[in-house]
């Protein structure tokens, strides 16, 4: 640093305004890791998005969402396709997480600000049934092992991607 | 999608070749939390970053890092302080990922390829002396409850704002 004095560790931050509420959800399918949604919740927490999507029944662990849960609406599901299909009538692109064979890089993607962002399974990605539902379909480039992000690491790239494009809403 | 297909789901696509190798090293302070290093070992085995520098003696969790482990040059260290003297005199750019009092936007910084990324600690943040050897810091801003992003969020954000910047190393 030029100046003098090293910067100083800053606890306790106030939290940056958004100029209007995010439209952002995220879908997340019944992930096989049980901390994989409570991780997700307290990214969506500090990203303030919309909502998230969760189908399945894993419990959000209070000790890694932290204040997320209580402020995140989190809605419940068995299968995303119908929500997907409402959420496509109310306007919100969709836009799926996934290695596909006509995937767009996500370093050049320009999201819509009304976005359901659909995350893929770890083990079995998106559903044929939630492809065929995508308007859009994005992929994180992997340079070396183990080949694939874990799906949180994935989520959080390309919620941060959506935040650099949206910084204030 | 316009097409008539739904897109498919690709397994196994091959990894993004890179045209030189990276020149990022992530340092890692002793975590609390015992599965962050081994979160940010699979980030950083995708990502084909350089190296990891980590103090403590947390073990690598092959079941979080996977292949990770074998692919990423981890460095251990009893403090960073020695070791960012060293690769500041290697030509990398200290920079600190932390909430300061001067730190710089992530979405406007410009990174330097050959870049040295400090993490902070989960609780205590980068000490007075890393913050002392840092050229930059870059924070993220934080627009909800729970006030943070976890510590390997964080990183990710980082090394996803690097990668957007250096796609091909």
Chains 1, 2 share one sequence.
Not at 103 to 124: M, N, P
Request: net charge positive; proline share 6%.
């Amino acid at each position: 640093m030029t100046e003098e004095q090293p910067p100083e560790h800053l606890r306790h931050k106030p939290l940056t305004d958004l100029t209007r509420p995010r439209e952002l959800v995220l879908a997340c399918p019944s992930f096989k890791s049980k901390v994989n949604l409570s991780r997700i919740v307290r990214l969506a927490g500090c990203a303030a998005a919309e909502k998230i999507i969760a189908c399945g029944t894993a419990k959000i662990d209070p000790t890694i969402a932290r204040d997320g849960i209580g402020h995140v609406v989190i809605e419940r599901r068995r299968t995303l396709v119908p929500v997907l299909k409402t959420l496509k009538k109310e306007g919100y692109r969709i836009v799926g997480l996934e290695q596909t064979d006509r995937s767009q890089l996500i370093y050049e993607y320009v999201y819509r600000r009304r976005t359901a962002l659909i995350i893929g399974h770890e083990r079995d990605g998106m559903t044929a049934d939630e492809l065929a539902l995508v308007d859009d379909v994005i992929e994180i480039p992997v340079y070396g092992m183990p080949y694939s992000y874990n799906v949180v690491t994935a989520t959080t790239m390309a919620v941060y991607e959506y935040l650099r494009q949206f910084p204030d809403g």
